[in-house]
């Protein structure tokens, strides 16, 4: 009765255990990068974007990723990477280039040290930007066909997105070990030997040969990827609450702002509603919308 009640407890102690790992490893992935969702508005030339990077153990001392910029009608990707206050601002080689001739895929290359010994960054909790991608405002006329674009990251292949740890190997793959076949053609027969072999993709074949290769998957598992946005809205000069209406509760945000300590203005352009040169938001910016909504006054051009 002692060795059952023992097996029991043994049983019991090793399925609880497995539970508790699976729910640890799906809680943390060994490794996680992440586009943030950025807003920007029709008035701003350009928008910094951060990339986040968390890894539960594991250093980091070099990362290839390849970035895509989707439906591209409101913004262009720079080539300019920001690293100031990012993780990597201290890295020795940072490096990013187009991808084709439409400028729409970015490849960012990075590199902590390249002198012994490597080093590489500590595991991250990922609350410090990795780096900050720039994205380019296209002209207002352009915006307004559309106000949403996606970032994505392309991780078909160690090619596209690798990060790898201080010992180069990359983190967050299976290697996967399959068949490669291969046919060939005799281009030079001597009775019944051959001296010159082709290597051919279509018949007449006269042998094949089947390799075993080791094949590179990123491990979904362990990985976690999410894509950016980026948001350019298009809301009215005078919506300074940023409920996209320009009324009284805009009048109310501004007095609330300037003479009573509030919120600022969600966005700063919109208050502007004289348009001055200067952009300040100030007493002349209430007064004029005033005018506009109760005296039949100029409607607001904050440009
Ligand atoms: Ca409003
Ligand atoms: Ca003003």
Not at 185 to 206: I, K, M, N, T
Not at 253 to 262: E, I, P, R
Not at 282 to 288: A, E, F, T
Request: hydrophobic share 40%; net charge negative; glycine share 6%.
């Amino acid at each position: 009765m002692r060795t059952r009640t023992c097996i029991l407890c043994c049983l019991f102690l090793i399925v609880g255990g497995t539970f508790l790992a699976s729910i640890a490893s799906a809680q943390t992935p060994a490794l996680e990068i992440r586009i943030d969702t950025v807003e920007a508005t029709v008035y701003d030339t350009a928008v910094e974007v951060p990339v986040y990077l968390a890894t539960s153990e594991d250093s980091v001392a070099s990362f290839t990723l390849w970035i895509r910029l989707t439906h591209p009608t409101l913004c262009s990707l720079r080539t300019e990477i920001v690293t100031a206050g990012t993780l990597i601002e201290d890295w020795q080689y940072i490096h990013a280039q187009y991808i084709g001739d439409d400028g729409n895929d970015l490849r960012v290359v990075g590199v902590h040290n390249v002198v012994f010994p490597v080093i590489g960054l500590p595991p991250q909790s990922g609350e410090t930007p990795f780096f900050k991608l720039v994205l380019d405002i296209k002209e207002p006329a352009a915006v307004f066909m559309s106000d949403e674009v996606d970032l994505e990251l392309i991780t078909q292949a160690p090619d596209f997105f690798t990060v790898s740890d201080p010992s180069q190997r990359p983190i967050g793959y299976q290697i996967d070990t399959v068949p490669d076949t291969s046919f060939w053609r005799c281009l030079a027969w001597e009775g019944e030997e051959c001296f010159d072999w082709q290597r051919v993709s279509l018949p007449p074949y006269d042998s094949i040969s089947v390799d075993l290769v080791e094949q590179l998957h990123l491990d979904t598992a362990e990985v976690h990827v999410s894509n950016g946005l980026v948001r350019v809205p298009e809301l009215p000069c005078g919506d300074i609450n940023g409920d996209n209406l320009v009324d009284l509760s805009d009048l109310i945000a501004l007095v609330s702002y300037l003479f009573q300590g509030g919120a600022p203005p969600a966005f700063v352009w919109a208050a502007n509603v004289n348009g001055s040169e200067n952009l300040e938001v100030d007493l002349s910016d209430l007064i004029y919308l005033v005018n506009f909504l109760f005296q039949g006054g100029q409607p607001p051009q904050c440009y």
